[in-house]
């Protein structure tokens, strides 16, 4: 059910207290994530702009500094010190890459993948060079998408496809897959 706030109290779930989204570049984890937080009454914070804080450059300005090794572990480290409570948590689109960050995340929180057909994504996506995604040379978003996948998949307490959906729509299915005890979970796995 949308909204349902007992939802917050009741569900045991929720004692963990975050949600964590992750999920390829485009999959909207920044766009539903603060609109989730706003329906459930938590915090919000946008991992991408912790990493931009915390070094004092713009994300693109980090790669081209430090190359892409070097921005993925910054990512690690700054993912893997999230310290926070009641707080939807977009991380961004390469946190995968980083395994001390995602145990880190699955402590704190509930981890969502918000999956999106490829085709969706190239649409909603443009110039990936432009966009600054974490690509090898000669990697195109095909090749990225095949990647992530499994990666995606196997760090997830809970799989959300949102390709088809609209932002409200994907608040629901997030909340309604949360409810739900027979949803993906890979815990203890
Ligand atoms: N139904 C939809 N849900 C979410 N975003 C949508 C939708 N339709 C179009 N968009 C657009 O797709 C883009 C999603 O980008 P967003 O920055 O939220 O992705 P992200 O998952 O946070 O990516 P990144 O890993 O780069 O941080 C936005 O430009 C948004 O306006
Ligand atoms: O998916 C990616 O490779 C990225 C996504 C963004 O959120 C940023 O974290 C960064 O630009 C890399
Ligand atoms: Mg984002």
Do not use: C
Not at 173 to 184: G, H, M, Q, R, T
């Amino acid at each position: 059910m949308l909204l349902n706030h007992k939802y917050i109290a009741e569900d045991k779930e929720a004692d963990m207290e975050n949600i964590t989204l992750i999920g390829m570049p485009g999959a909207g984890k920044s766009t539903v994530g603060i609109v989730l937080a706003k329906v459930l009454g938590y915090d919000f914070i946008d991992s991408d702009l912790l990493i931009q804080k915390e070094e004092g450059k713009l994300l693109w300005q980090i790669m081209r500094d430090e190359g892409i090794a070097g921005f993925n572990q910054i990512e690690e480290r700054v993912n893997s010190q999230i310290n926070v409570t009641h707080s939807v948590i977009a991380t961004g689109g390469s946190v995968i890459y980083g395994p001390k960050a995602m145990e880190h995340l699955r402590s704190i929180s509930t981890v969502v993948y918000l999956k999106v057909n490829y085709r969706t994504l190239r649409r909603r996506l443009g110039d990936l060079n432009k966009r600054g995604v974490v690509l090898k040379p000669g990697q195109s978003l095909s090749d990225l998408y095949q990647e992530r996948t499994p990666l995606y998949e196997q760090y997830a307490h809970r799989i959300v496809s949102v390709g088809g959906k609209n932002v409200q729509q994907s608040v629901e299915e997030i909340i309604n897959a949360l409810s739900d005890s027979s949803a993906v979970d890979t815990r203890g796995q």
